[in-house]
């Protein structure tokens, strides 16, 4: 992931951050708001979740003109207690909302110890990853937990795509190492990894998806025939469908039956639900003491003997972290695709495009 | 599950609870926890999880016997704000101090919307579903997190069994229909699973374990060579991984190498580490409506098309759910291995033993 071909150009984060920032300003969203958004999509391509970041922008920038994006929300809790909330998004950007949603789970957790903290009518907010990791900074463990963006998975058996690939986010800070941070799908593959591979005209291994006769589908040409298989078979169909009535159905957002696929239409509102939940550490013991202990688990993962041909033992989030660092350094790279599709975009807006040398 | 072999005898429940509280009555608990864990016990029996409930009971016996159980426990909160809780077990059975902590989940859910309750020198406590459903009776979503007693899974790419099976359960109630209930290990088939095929001498299909070289492995006899592999891989290694650090050293429970075997040793105390959250459904919406989407969604599932030789499409627990109501109708079998054993038990003990007639 840290990699890249050596024709990519590569752009510093500030230069991408206030690209994005230009753009959603020339839309209508207030500066600050805008600039939240450019940040938290940057330090996506920054960790590496290159299907999340500003590769999103043209797909945002339809919608908001689609009038499937409310470019001033009303973003506000609507239920809550000392430990709870429940929060409306009122349509507006999925980082926006749950930007949101973290702090107030922060608030809430430092005194409860624990909050839970259901968003509905939110949007697509990018990898599940940034807002587990939110609560790290105030020493809190925090589960995220979402509805997907479109449904491309049937229950375990059938054929109908009433689920999404809901995916869950942990992240738990350790004192020395990187934060532990699993950010997973339900199913054995993203679908963008589909389309990855369909651009790169290579086949599927077998075991991420299969065809409506449950055979192994390779070619991921013929993608749209086939379903992602979840991980675990029907454990991972029960993840989904778990995640799904915590996110949406308790949220009183949209799952199963009602999910819009938000690659086809620009224009309903999606009614997207997420949760966060944030662990206040030092409600349970000393911070200090769990960070080392965390260090210690780390460790002896890392050293356990290996199996031939395996060259290290990672827990997850370590390569994330070091696309970051390695990104941080030396700028975030992007194929030449996807800078003409936004220089072009931003010549459509009328703002200032990305800068054409370093 | 709710097959049994025509040789199988049959008991009532009632008399199943009644020999299980008589036995460890026998050996020093008071008599309402015997019956409290006996119940537990047969709970799990009625509901097909038959490696997690009378059959437990000899080895239980043992490790009362032998120093590692505590039959007088001060089960006490030892850590508390209004919406968490740190559990210690003080060495007693699982099933007593999980008990407690969902009561302590429950009264602090009711108003503060969420509760999480944390465990530590707890024991096994038998299978996930139990406490993750404890929450229904009133209006609550139950989640249940344990460290498993014994580690039969390496760190992705590695060979140490440094983690367990950490099982994850879910219960989310319905209207009409039973509830969902999801209880599952993070490795693709449990250890119990492995150790059924040995006994029936037959082979496992590929997926379920591998050798020290990454091979396939199907002979069960071989199964002390291998290692249980993670569900989605990585995916499944990361979340025993995240799911040890919660129920186990953010408890200050054992996980990672300081897990004890307890099928070898029955001396040491496990220090069992296990989590319970609560959400109280009120919080968040009118309990009936969410009810009745629950059972919106399990129709829309069910009805599904499904696949050629798919004969039903299932929700997680329905099996189980079945399994019980087939069993307390017309009782829960028992091969005659385990009749033997627990007879004996019974005689060795000083008790009453199973009735030998219907």
Redesign the interface.
Known sequence: MAQSLSSDRRFHSKDLEAFVARALTALGLPASDAEQVARLMILADLRGADGHGIFRLPQYVRRIRAGGLNVGPNIRVV??????A?VDGDDGMGHLVMRFAVQVAMDKAK??????V?VRQSNHAGPAALYAMMPLERDM?GIYIAVGSANHL???????L?LSTNPIA?A?PALEEPP?I?D?ATT?AAYGKVKTKAQRGEQLPEGWMID???RPLTDPKRAEEGFLLP??????Y??A??F???AG????AA???DVIDFNKDDKTPTNTGQVIVA?N?A???SVET?KR??D??IR???N???????E?????GEQSHATWLERSATGVPMNDTLFRDLQRLASDLGVEGLPTSD
Not at 154 to 160: A, L, R, S, T, Y
Not at 249 to 252: I, P, S
Not at 304 to 310: D, E, F, K, L, T
Not at 312 to 316: D, E, K, L, S, T
């Open positions: 239920q809550e207690t000392e430990a709870m429940l005194h409860a110890g624990v909050s839970w259901g463990i049937p229950p375990w058996g059938g054929i109908d009433l942990f738990i532990i699993l997973m054995v409506a006769f449950g991980i675990g078979g029907y454990k991972g029960g993840l469908l778990i799904g009535l915590l159905t308790l949220n009183g799952f199963g039956r662990l550490i409600q349970f013991s769990f202990n965390v210690e688990v002896d993962m890392r356990s003997r290996r199996m031939p041909g395996v290290r033992i990672r827990v997850p």
